[in-house]
C-alpha cells in the first residue's frame, strides 16, 4: 500500500498545540509546499493553533522560497526554535520577512541556539536522552548568564540550563518530544525510502526523522518524483520507509533559490573557474581579496555566510584555481559539503563542484572536533571587549546559525566586513581608497547588543589567531584588544577610523603598513 499523500492532507495531520519541526537551508532541501498547505489550513479555518516549530536551520529564503515564512503566522505559531532565521530585505516590496516582524513586535516566543547544538540535539532526542550537553557557547548568547538563546520577551521558559559536570561548565537542552516532522528528499517508492541524487546538501534529515519517530510522531517528506520500489542501490537511500509515514510529489520543487536542478551541485565534474560569478569592484570585492590572502592550500578552510564566503570567487578570478589547481584546497561550509568552491549569496551553503558531502549532524562532529583551522566569518559588530556580534543587531534577528561552532573550533579565524553600514559609498582605483560618503550605521562599537563570540577569550586563553578584515583597514586581535595593522592608501587614519570607531585600538602599528595596491584595482 502506497504512502502518498497531498500537501493538503499532510497538513490535516497537524493537531493543535503540536510540535512540527522541518528542516531546510535557505531554499536548499526545503519542503516548502508542506509548510505552505500547512499556513493556508491555518488561513482558512484558523486551526490547528498554538504550535511549536522546531528548525534547525533557517528554512526557505523568505521570498521565492518561504519555507518558515508560509507559518509565521500569530495563532499558528506560538513560539519558534530556529538555529538560524532568514532576515533578507524583499527586493521588489522592500519589506523584511514576517516571521522577523512577529520577533521585532514580540507576537511568538522565539529562541535562536547555535545550528551546531540544534542539530546534536537531534540526535538526543532520537536516542531518548534527558538532553544535549556541550561547552559550545559558554559565554556567548546563548549562556543562561546572558540571554539563555532567548530572542522575544515572551520567550520566558528556560530552554538551555548551565550546569557543572566533573568540575567544568557546560550548556544542557533538555529534550522534548516531536510530534510532526517535514523533511525532504528526491525522490520515493511507495514504501517512503528516501533518496537524495537532486540534493545538493542532505543536511539533518535523516537525524529529524530519526527524533520525530522516536517520540511517537509523524513523518512526512516532499520529493520530486516517485520511483518503482527495489529500483536505486541501497547506499542512495538515505532515509529508510521505517522511519517515513507518509510522502508527498511536487514534480517542480526547486533545489534551491533560483535553481530549479544545476548539476554542477551535485559533484562528479570540477566548476570551470570562467563559470563562476564576478564580483564587481568595491568594497565587498576588497574585503574578499584581502580575506583570500589569508587562504592557504592544503589545510581545511570553512566559510560563513556573508562577506566571507565571497574570497573562493575573487581566488578564481584571479586564476588561483585554472589548471585543476581548485584541488590544492579543501574548501567547506557548515552543512557537509567539501572540495569545489564555496558559493556567496542565496547559493550559499552548497559548493559548486563539490568531491563528498556530510550531513548536518556529522558535519558539525567535523567541526567541533577542530578539523577546520581555517576560517572566514562575517560580522556585524565588533566591540572594545573583543565580542563579535552577528546575531542581533538593530532591527535584524538572523541568530547565530553555524558561527559559535565554527569560531569556538578554528585555530585560525577571520572575521570580515565593511567599516560602517548603511549609505557607505567608496570609490576605488590606482591603488587607493576614499570614502565619499560614510555609512551611518557604525560597527567597531563599545558595546555589542548581542555576544555571539567572545573573540579576544579565544585569543588570550586557547591561542586561536584573528583579524578583523575591514575595505579601509585590518586589525589583529590581540590579548589586550584589537591593533590596527594595515591601512588603505587614501585613507586618513584619524578622520576615517579612529573616528568610526566607539572606542579606541590598544595599539597602532608603527610604521603603519598599507594595505597591498592591487585590492583596489579593476
Known amino acids: 500500500m502506497s ?17 512540527v519541526a522541518s528542516v531546510g537551508v535557505i531554499g536548499w532541501i526545503t519542503p516548502d ?23 534547525p536551520c533557517g528554512t526557505g529564503d523568505s ?7 508560509h507559518v509565521a503566522v500569530e495563532g499558528l505559531m506560538k513560539r519558534i526554535v530556529s538555529g538560524s532565521y532568514v532576515n533578507p530585505l524583499h527586493p521588489v516590496k522592500r519589506t523584511r520577512p514576517e516571521l ?20 546534536h540535539w537531534l540526535r538526543e532526542v532520537a536516542r531518548k536522552s534527558p538532553g544535549y550537553m556541550t561547552q559550545i557557547g559558554l559565554g556567548t548568547y546563548a549562556d543562561p548568564r546572558r540571554q539563555g538563546g532567548k530572542f522575544t520577551e515572551r520567550a520566558t521558559e528556560d530552554l538551555i540550563e548551565l550546569i557543572e559536570f566533573r568540575g567544568k561548565e557546560y550548556l544542557f537542552y533538555p529534550t522534548f518530544p516531536l510530534n510532526v516532522g517535514f523533511i525532504r528528499a528526491s525522490s520515493s517508492d511507495s514504501f517512503g525510502n528516501l533518496s537524495y541524487e537532486d540534493e545538493a546538501l542532505m543536511s539533518s534529515n535523516t ?10 510522531g509523524i513523518v ?29 510529489v511536487e514534480p517542480e520543487q526547486m533545489s534551491g533559490t533560483d535553481n530549479l536542478l544545476d548539476p554542477i551541485y551535485l559533484g562528479g565534474q570540477r566548476a ?23 587562504v592557504r592550500p592544503g589545510r581545511t578552510s570553512i566559510f560563513g555566510f556573508g562577506a566571507s564566503s565571497d574570497a573562493p570567487l575573487v581566488m578564481a578570478e584571479a586564476g588561483l584555481f585554472d589548471d585543476g589547481r581548485i584541488d590544492d584546497y579543501q574548501f567547506t561550509t557548515e552543512h557537509g559539503p567539501f572540495g569545489g568552491v564555496v558559493m556567496s549569496g542565496w547559493q550559499f551553503s552548497a559548493n559548486m ?33 573583543g565580542n563579535v556580534n552577528v546575531s542581533r543587531f538593530g532591527t535584524s534577528n538572523p541568530g547565530a546559525g553555524g558561527f559559535i561552532d565554527i569560531a569556538q573550533n578554528a585555530q585560525d579565524l577571520l572575521f570580515t566586513g565593511t567599516f560602517t553600514t548603511a549609505g557607505l559609498d567608496c570609490a576605488m582605483g590606482e591603488g587607493e581608497l576614499s570614502i565619499r560618503r560614510e555609512g551611518m550605521v557604525r560597527k567597531l562599537v563599545a558595546s555589542a547588543e548581542q555576544v555571539t563570540y567572545p573573540v579576544r577569550t579565544g585569543v588570550a586563553e586557547r591561542g586561536q589567531s584573528a583579524l578583523v578584515i575591514t575595505e579601509r583597514a585590518v586589525f589583529r586581535v590581540e590579548p589586550q584588544g584589537l591593533a590596527l595593522i594595515e591601512v588603505a592608501r587614501g585613507v586618513d587614519v584619524r578622520r576615517d577610523i579612529l573616528d568610526q570607531m566607539e572606542f579606541a585600538p590598544h595599539r597602532i602599528a608603527d610604521p603603519l603598513p598599507f594595505m597591498e595596491a592591487g585590492l583596489f584595482a579593476e
Open 3 to 19: 504512502k502518498r499523500i497531498t500537501a493538503a492532507e499532510a497538513a490535516r495531520l497537524v493537531r493543535s498545540g503540536d510540535t
Open 33 to 55: 509546499a508542506l509548510l505552505k498547505a500547512l499556513g493556508e489550513r491555518f488561513r482558512q479555518e484558523s486551526d490547528p493553533r498554538d504550535l511549536t516549530f522546531y528548525f
Open 63 to 69: 521570498i521565492d522560497i518561504r519555507g518558515m515564512d
Open 100 to 119: 522577523m516582524r512577529l520577533i521585532r513586535e514580540n507576537r511568538v516566543e522565539a529562541y535562536s541556539w547555535p545550528i551546531g547544538a540544534s542539530m
Open 207 to 216: 537525524a529529524l526523522a530519526l527524533a520525530v519517530k522516536a517520540s511517537g
Open 220 to 248: 512526512v517528506a516532499q520529493v520530486r518524483r516517485e520511483v518503482d520500489r527495489h529500483s536505486r542501490p541501497a547506499h542512495h537511500v538515505r532515509v529508510p520507509g521505517a522511519l517515513v509515514d507518509h510522502y508527498v
Open 272 to 294: 570551470a573557474p570562467s563559470a563562476l560569478p564576478r564580483l564587481p569592484l568595491g568594497p565587498d570585492k576588497v574585503i574578499a581579496r584581502r580575506a583570500a590572502a589569508e
Open 353 to 385: 563542484g563539490p568531491e563528498a558531502l556530510l550531513d548536518g549532524l556529522q558535519q558539525f562532529d567535523f567541526i567541533d572536533g577542530g578539523n577546520c583551522p581555517f576560517a572566514a566569518l562575517a560580522f556585524a559588530q565588533f566591540d572594545a571587549e
